[in-house]
C-alpha cells in the first residue's frame, strides 16, 4: 500500500455580503414566516438564511448562505 499523498487547497477569491434582511441579496428568497429569515436554493438543496449569515457567490455562480463564525474562520479581505 502506498503513502497517502497530501494536497492543499488551491486559493480562490469569492465574493460575499452579509445579510440582514429581505431584499439585501436578490438570491435570498422570503420564506414567509414572522422572523427575517429566508431561503436560497443550492445545487444541494434549499438552506435556511438567518440575519448575519454571509452569501456567498462560488466559482460556478451559485449562491450558499455561511454563518458568520464558520466564514471568519475560513475567509479573510482579498483586497
Same mark, same amino acid.
Given at each position: 500500500m502506498s503513502a497517502m499523498a497530501r494536497?492543499?487547497? $488551491? =486559493?480562490?477569491?469569492?465574493?460575499?455580503v452579509?445579510?440582514? $434582511? =429581505?431584499?439585501d441579496h436578490p438570491a435570498v428568497l422570503a420564506d414567509g414566516a414572522a422572523d427575517a429569515s429566508g431561503y436560497i436554493d443550492t445545487p444541494e438543496g434549499r438552506l435556511k438564511v438567518t440575519p448575519g449569515d454571509w452569501i456567498i457567490t462560488g466559482v460556478a455562480g451559485e449562491n450558499y448562505p455561511c454563518k458568520p463564525d464558520i466564514f471568519e474562520q475560513?475567509?479573510?479581505?482579498?483586497d
Open positions: 494536497y492543499v487547497k $488551491k =486559493p480562490v477569491v469569492i465574493e460575499a452579509q445579510w440582514f $434582511k =429581505p431584499g475560513l475567509y479573510m479581505p482579498a
